[in-house]
């Protein structure tokens, strides 16, 4: 599902290599907290179950906006109608039984979360240890999980190394929609509404198991174990929240803010109250949003890039990280004052990753510079986040201005002061680089589809077996759209048998 699918324990690696390399970092790890510090309008810190943190500034990452709740910050949870901000896919009514959406909203007040759970195949002629199915489990909810794909294409969907597959799947899977309102209920509501997402997801990894065949079984050394009920194992240690608790910030970012300028294929650039472009992340999904059972229609925001569907891109601006009233806090992951419609594009890691990178840079800053988070010129924050020295960060999106490329600051810096000339179709016509190769190479034949935005190569040798090709590289994308007919090609780039697609970084 992503070019970027790694095991669990990899990134917590990772992480932890991070954490080390910073002597100015203390972490804590465990604590959940309790109470928000305030005085007055300002957030002074926060009182965990074990210490107490106080800080001129605090950032809100928890999953679901914790600290909003405690902190009794003016926070949004759930739908809102097409009144609010006239967004088109939005319900017209919340309470009307004659709006197609009624039933919808009554059910599922959020979209629903997921708890992933990873699977592994044990191999050819071997038998994985049985899942057992929970006490009163129905695999009926489950039946056509794989229809229209087949069981291999379905596993391979969230395949990671190792011959294990990572389970998050809409169709008839492990969504769990049941009772929402309980994920940010008291600890009772909590716990006894994870539970019943665990056993959800054991018991569609039992039907997988039972209909694909008792090799595949279930991960049980992917994560940690935690505690009984709780995650662990083959179970990921928190689900995948797809909707948080959402700010009420200086800004709200809307449906209308997220989709592609008419006749464009990229979001409008945001303006602050100054009239000063105020992006600072970039999100690129379509808006997709989970409701099990729902085919939930949204008005429309995908495009073909690189040999595959991705979503159009949209900018971010800061003001959605900044409570409307509340001074000395920040907010990041999916805590951001965005509608829930504009949620189901903004709530995608990529995204998220984004987010927490500019919330921590505009603390910093806020520090150096002893302001509040609302003083904090926006020109300021994008120039440190352009110049950072281990990871400059993008503020607008551009199809052809890759980081490496010499003119990517100075177009980026352009288009922050000067957003009238910023290009509705993303193009910026800049000098792309060539990529450095650190990957295998292929000689075969590059065919092109009768649509035009599909390719297909095949290796040489009589036992290759054609894939689609894709890129990220806009340069590539550039050549492979020029190809006409089909012809004989080396190819750079990287392989990947289970989606059977090829990244292509380079060809000749």
Not at 109 to 135: F, L, N, R
Not at 473 to 500: C, E, S
Request: net charge negative.
């Amino acid at each position: 599902m992503s070019f970027f699918t790694y095991e669990p324990r990899v990134g917590a690696a990772i992480f932890a290599n991070w954490v080390k390399a910073l002597p100015n970092l203390h972490w804590v790890v465990g604590q959940r907290p309790q109470a928000v510090l305030r005085q007055g309008d300002r957030v002074l810190g926060v009182e965990f179950e074990h210490c107490t943190v106080r800080a001129q500034i605090t950032l809100d990452g928890t999953e679901l906006g914790d600290l909003l709740a405690l902190g009794e910050i003016a926070y949004r949870w759930g739908w809102e109608d097409q009144s609010q901000w006239q967004e088109p896919s939005a319900p017209v009514s919340l309470t009307d039984p004659a709006d197609p959406l009624h039933s919808v909203v009554q059910r599922y007040p959020v979209q629903a979360p997921t708890w992933v759970v990873v699977m592994a195949d044990y191999g050819e002629g071997q038998t994985a240890p049985a899942i057992p199915a929970p006490e009163h489990s129905d695999s009926s909810p489950f039946e056509g999980a794989w229809q229209g794909y087949g069981g291999e294409a379905f596993l391979n969907y969230g395949r990671l190394p190792g011959d294990r597959f990572m389970l998050n799947w809409p169709q008839q899977g492990n969504d769990y929609g049941l009772n929402l309102n309980n994920v940010i209920g008291d600890a009772k509501a909590q716990r006894e509404w994870h539970q019943a997402a665990i056993a959800h997801s054991q018991a569609f990894a039992h039907h997988i198991q039972t209909q694909l065949g008792h090799r595949y079984g279930l991960a049980t050394d992917t994560f940690p174990q935690v505690g009984k009920g709780l995650g662990g194992g083959a179970f990921a240690l928190q689900p995948y929240y797809r909707e948080s608790r959402r700010l009420v910030g200086i800004t709200t970012v809307t449906e209308l803010d997220i989709l592609p300028i008419p006749g464009g294929q990229v979001g409008p650039l945001p303006l602050n109250a100054h009239g000063e472009m105020s992006g600072i992340a970039i999100g690129n999904y379509p808006n997709d949003h989970h409701y099990p059972g729902v085919d939930f229609p949204l008005a429309p925001k995908s495009l073909r890039w690189g040999g595959r569907w991705t979503g159009t891109p949209f900018t971010l601006p800061y003001e959605a990280l900044v409570p409307e009233q509340v001074e000395g806090l920040l907010v990041c992951d999916k805590n951001l004052s965005v509608s829930h419609i504009a949620n189901g594009a903004t709530r995608l890691q990529p995204t998220i990753l984004g987010i927490g990178q500019v919330a921590g840079m505009a603390a910093a800053l806020c520090i150096e510079r002893q302001c509040q988070p609302r003083e904090l010129p926006v020109a300021v924050l994008q120039g440190a986040l352009l110049t950072d020295p281990t990871a400059p960060a993008a503020i607008l999106p551009c199809f052809d201005l890759a980081p490496g490329s010499p003119q990517w600051q100075g177009q980026q810096r352009q288009f922050c002061q000067d957003p009238e000339q910023y290009p509705q179709d993303g193009y910026c016509h800049a000098t792309i680089p060539v990529p450095e190769l650190d990957c295998p190479q292929f000689t075969g034949w590059l065919e092109p589809d009768p649509t035009g935005d599909r390719w297909q190569f095949t290796p040489h040798g009589s036992a290759s077996k054609p894939s689609a090709v894709v890129t990220l590289h806009p340069d590539v994308y550039q050549q492979l759209q020029t190809l006409t007919a089909a012809q004989t090609v080396t190819l750079w780039g990287w392989p990947n048998p289970a989606g059977n697609w090829l990244r292509a970084m380079q060809i000749r």
